[in-house]
């Protein structure tokens, strides 16, 4: 099936840890995306890449860094420098004009 | 700038009520698009809707139909005879290609509970 995976489901970071979340897609997109949720809160860009080996700042990229070096692959690692990292994170692809295709989350939780 | 407002944060129905779901944009371009998604408790969006900019028909998929309004800068999503699993987070989205590449905004969402 096409699709996008985030792995994993559920992550636990502790305090001055950094930590990878996974986002790989199989729908041969060239732009993805990495988004923040709060509770109650919308959905708020951290990172995008347009292409491989190219990637652009969103609206909250302090703390988070990516690597865009397959076309299929786009990782998000928060990092220590994030001070509230327990948050809903999503990834997404998207082609062209169309709509953009998200992954199930992950949930990320500092203990 | 590009914006997405949904004025609408919860809102609570009887099974079998008429709802709809607001969402006002803001954006200097011509052309854009817009979206609806629902995120149900799992946590993944689902995509609903697009919307091109020169399209202003209502469109209508089952119980779910949409209204685009260029003049008021809306585009409403009404569920009719709503249903309890219809009970999600709604989010409306803006993208544009002609500014910033594809970008999507998105508005704050509105959390649906159909009450049976």
């Known amino acids: 099936d096409g699709g996008i995976t985030q792995s994993p489901k559920y992550l636990f970071r502790k305090e001055g840890q950094n930590v990878t979340l996974s986002c790989e897609q199989n729908?041969?997109?060239?732009?993805m995306y990495w988004y923040r949720q709060d509770p109650g809160q919308g959905l708020r860009l951290i990172y995008y890449?347009?292409?491989?080996?190219?990637?652009q700042k969103g609206d909250i990229a302090e703390g988070y860094s990516v690597s865009r070096e397959k076309k299929e692959s786009f990782p998000l690692t928060v990092t220590s420098a994030q001070k509230n990292p327990t948050a809903f994170y999503l990834c997404?692809?998207?082609?062209?004009?169309?709509?953009?295709?998200f992954g199930q989350g992950t949930r990320l939780t500092v203990v | 700038a590009q914006k997405v407002t949904q004025a609408q944060t919860e809102i609570s129905v009887v099974e079998k009520e008429d709802v709809t779901l607001d969402c006002v944009y803001e954006?200097?371009?011509?052309?854009?698009?817009l979206f609806w998604y629902k995120q149900p408790p799992s946590g993944e969006l689902v995509f609903l809707i697009r919307?091109?900019?020169?399209?202003?028909q209502n469109e209508i998929s089952g119980r779910y139909s949409w209204n685009f309004q260029k003049s008021t800068s809306s585009f409403n999503f009404t569920i009719t005879a709503s249903q309890v699993v219809d009970s999600a987070v709604y989010f409306c989205?803006?993208?544009?290609?002609?500014?910033?590449?594809?970008?999507?905004?998105f508005g704050t969402g509105t959390s649906l509970t159909v009450i049976p």
């Open positions: 989205a803006l993208s544009d290609l002609e500014r910033t590449g594809n970008q999507f905004y």
């Open positions: 890449s347009q292409i491989v080996n190219d990637f």
């Open positions: 919307r091109n900019s020169f399209d202003e």
């Open positions: 997404a692809s998207s082609e062209g004009s169309n709509e953009a295709f």
């Open positions: 954006t200097r371009d011509t052309t854009y698009y």
């Open positions: 729908l041969n997109h060239d732009a």
